[in-house]
Nanobody, 125 residues
Framework: VQLQASGGGLVQDGGSLKLSCAAS????????IAWFRQAPGKEREFVAG????????YYSDSVKDRFTVSRDNAKTTLYLQMNSLKPEDTAVYSC???????????????????WGQGTLVTVSS
């Protein structure tokens, strides 16, 4: 599967953005998909993940209750609605896909074999 993230940009503190991750290739619905982010000088971190059929969603504590992950398997697209953005959310956001991730590994970047190019989100104070 090939992934391409889009939708990043500059937004003010408290604002909103919606990221998209378009997928091409076979059997999009067979993949667990996640968003990761990497801020300057920091390690990549898990943001949100969603199960193959969209019934299970997982979030990092730092974005829970502000971000919502969703997917449209018919459109082979993953989304991340980001509300109440904070300057500390500034990062490059990337989408990733895995056929093998399980509950205990869904937050680990090592579980994902397929990665898209990132999109930059900048939140100004």
């Amino acid at each position: 599967v090939q992934l391409q993230a889009s939708g990043g940009g500059l937004v003010q503190d408290g604002g909103s953005l919606k990221l998209s991750c378009a997928a091409s290739g076979h059997s999009f619905s067979g993949y667990i998909i996640a968003w990761f982010r990497q801020a300057p000088g920091k390690e990549r971190e898990f943001v949100a993940g969603i199960w193959r059929d969209g019934t299970k969603k997982y979030y990092s504590d730092s974005v829970k209750d502000r971000f919502t992950v969703s997917r449209d398997n018919a459109k082979t697209t993953l989304y991340l609605q980001m509300n109440s953005l904070k300057p500390e959310d500034t990062a490059v956001y990337s989408c990733a896909a895995s056929r093998t991730a399980i509950l205990s590994t869904i937050r680990s970047s090592d579980a994902y074999a397929y990665w898209g190019q990132g999109t930059l989100v900048t939140v100004s104070s």
